[in-house]
C-alpha cells in the first residue's frame, strides 16, 4: 500500500559521504527532478532534512554538462561545498549506470568537473577539480581570543609552521591550527567569545585541525564548526579543506610533483570521514587541486513537498 500515492511527488535519497560505511561520515540529501521547486522551497526542504546541506538536481544551462546543483544548509543557500559535490557526482554516476564517468556540474561558484568510479552495490567514488583555487584572503584575531572561543588556552594554538588564517576556495573559513588531537578533541564552541573570535569571516564557521591523524598513513586530523550556518559541527567539509589547501602550500614544503593528503574529520562525532586532498605544484606554485572521496547510498525515498 502507498500512502499519498495521488499527491505529486519527487525522488530524494540520502548518502553517507567521505566514507564507504552506511551510518559513518557525513550524511547528504539529494533531491532529484528539483526544477520546480523556488528558492523558498528549497530552504524549507532543507531545513526539514536538517543535514548539513541537502542538494537539488535540476537540469544544467549547458546541455554539455551532467547536471546543475543547488546546495542548501538547514539555513542558507552555498556557492560551492564539498560533501554535496562528491556525494551528488557518486549518485548521477550510479544513476548512469557505467562503472566509471567524467562529467562536468554546474554551481553557484562555477563549473565543477568530477571524476566518478563505482566501486560496489551502491557504493562509488568521486573526485572533482577544486573550481578556484585556495587562497589567503585574511587574517584572524591574536591567539587568546580564539583559545577562549573554542574552550582552549593559547599555548593550545599553532604547531610548527602553521597560524591560524582566513582561507577560502569559493566558501571562505577560518582556519586554526592546533598544537595536538587531544586539544582538537577539547575544543567546543563556547557561544561567548565565537563573534570576536569569527565574526568577521564570512558565514562565522571555523576548521581546526593538527598534525597528529588517528591513521598514521593519513595526514591532518580536523573538526569543523558552523554555527551561523545552522551546523554545530560538521562531520566531514570538502569546501574546507579545499580553503585549507591554500594553508598547506604556505605553511608544508612541497615539491614540485603530486601529493595525495588524507585529511580525518568526524572522528571526535562517531561520524569517522576521509577527505582526499591532491595537490599538483608545479614550479613552487599550486597548479591543481582536487577533493575525493567515498560515497555510500544509505536510503531512498518520495517528497511530498
Known amino acids: 500500500m502507498t500512502l499519498l500515492s495521488n499527491r505529486p511527488s519527487r525522488r530524494f535519497l540520502t548518502l553517507d559521504v567521505f566514507t564507504d560505511s552506511a551510518l559513518a561520515g557525513n550524511p547528504l540529501a539529494v533531491v532529484l527532478d528539483a526544477d520546480r521547486l523556488d528558492d523558498v522551497a528549497m530552504q524549507k526542504i532543507a531545513a526539514e532534512f536538517n543535514l548539513s546541506e541537502t542538494v537539488f538536481v535540476l537540469p544544467p544551462e549547458d546541455i554539455a554538462h551532467r547536471a546543475r546543483l543547488r546546495i542548501f544548509t538547514p539555513t542558507q543557500e552555498l556557492p560551492f561545498a564539498g560533501h554535496p559535490t562528491v556525494g551528488a557526482a557518486v549518485l548521477l554516476g550510479l544513476l548512469d549506470g557505467a562503472p566509471t564517468g567524467s562529467f562536468t ?22 573526485t572533482f577539480s577544486l573550481p578556484r583555487l585556495p587562497e589567503r584572503v585574511g587574517a584572524l584575531p591574536e591567539a587568546s581570543i580564539i583559545a577562549a572561543a573554542l574552550g582552549l588556552v593559547d599555548s593550545d594554538i599553532g604547531f610548527a609552521r602553521h597560524v591560524p588564517a582566513q582561507y577560502s576556495a569559493g566558501s571562505p573559513f577560518a582556519l586554526v591550527p592546533v598544537a595536538s588531537r587531544a586539544a582538537v578533541d577539547r575544543a567546543a564552541n563556547m557561544k561567548v567569545g565565537w563573534d570576536a573570535a569569527f565574526g568577521q569571516v564570512k558565514r562565522g564557521s571555523a576548521f581546526i585541525y593538527c598534525s597528529e591523524p588517528v591513521d598514521p598513513a593519513h595526514r591532518f586530523y580536523a573538526r569543523m564548526f558552523a554555527p551561523s550556518l545552522g551546523i554545530g559541527e560538521d562531520p566531514a567539509t570538502g569546501s574546507a579543506v579545499a580553503a585549507f589547501a591554500g594553508a598547506v602550500m604556505d605553511h608544508e614544503t612541497l615539491g614540485n610533483g603530486e601529493h595525495r593528503i588524507v585529511v580525518e574529520q568526524g572522528y571526535a562525532m562517531g561520524r569517522p570521514s576521509q577527505i582526499v586532498l591532491t595537490l599538483t605544484v608545479a614550479d613552487g606554485a599550486l597548479a591543481k587541486a582536487t577533493i575525493g572521496g567515498k560515497a555510500v547510498l544509505v536510503s531512498e525515498g518520495r517528497l511530498f513537498a
Open 105 to 126: 556540474v554546474e554551481e553557484r561558484v562555477g563549473l565543477v568537473p568530477c571524476e566518478v568510479a563505482i566501486t560496489g552495490d551502491g557504493v562509488g567514488e568521486a
